[in-house]
């Protein structure tokens, strides 16, 4: 069955600090991933997207890695702030023609 | 329009009462997503839009939940005899997923639908 599963399920840092978020799919045959951040009572905006062919890709402060042979991904966020208190979600998308699969999220708290 | 745009915002209904939500994707978007987000939990998927395919359907959870999109834009998702646990936020998303889909779905902000 695809799935996505995404750790930790929640997370608090303080301002300034680094912190990853993990993401394991089972998503096959497999054509991208997607880190998305959602905002409470917002919809999801993107923030990265991969193909299986990319290992890194950044957008600001976020880094996002891809290791297509062990299907996991990694979100970095350097520096944090708190407007980045958000959930974050890691989506992945299977053949073309297929529904984006996602998984459940981490809500992370930045604090002051 | 610039974005997905979502109607209504929020919606109170009855119990036992039919609700349609609607969505109007970004113009030109081939594909078309339901999902819908209870309190505290992850997006659920409900159905998937693509072009002229037949539409995936294996997320709805029951009968009472049906979606159409006419002239493959507006999609309309309906709720038959409404329950106290369809109560969520329903998000639509459009893409253009030319190819193998690395394009970018963008989300409307959703209505958050509330059965009493």
């Known amino acids: 069955k695809n799935q996505v599963e995404q750790s930790p399920q929640s997370l608090i840092i303080l301002e300034g600090k680094n912190c990853t978020l993990q993401?394991?799919?089972?998503?096959?045959?497999?054509?991208?991933l997607r880190w998305y951040k959602q905002d409470t009572g917002r919809g999801p905006v993107s923030l990265t997207i991969m193909t299986f062919s990319e290992n890194t890709k950044s957008n600001g402060r976020y880094t996002a890695t891809l290791d297509a042979d062990t299907k996991q991904s990694s979100l970095h966020i350097t520096a944090s702030q708190l407007s980045d208190s958000a959930s974050y979600i890691c989506?992945?998308?299977?053949?073309?023609?297929?529904?984006?699969?996602f998984g459940k999220g981490t809500t992370l708290s930045v604090s002051s | 329009g610039a974005g997905v745009s979502q109607s209504p915002s929020n919606k109170v209904t009855e119990k036992g009462k039919d609700v349609e939500l609607r969505c109007d994707p970004i113009s030109g978007h081939t594909a078309l997503y339901w999902y819908r987000q209870s309190l505290g939990q992850g997006l659920e998927f409900l159905i998937y839009f693509q072009g002229n395919s037949a539409p995936d359907k294996s997320g709805l959870p029951s009968d009472r939940f049906s979606a159409e999109r006419t002239g493959g834009s507006v999609s309309t998702l309906t709720i038959q005899r409404t329950q106290q646990e369809d109560s969520a936020v329903y998000l639509c998303?459009?893409?253009?997923?030319?190819?193998?889909?690395?394009?970018?779905?963008?989300f409307g902000q959703g209505t958050r639908l509330t059965v009493v």
């Open positions: 993401c394991n799919y089972t998503v096959s045959p497999f054509s991208n």
């Open positions: 998303a459009s893409s253009s997923e030319v190819g193998l889909g690395n394009t970018e779905a963008f």
């Open positions: 989506v992945v998308k299977g053949q073309a023609g297929t529904a984006l699969i």
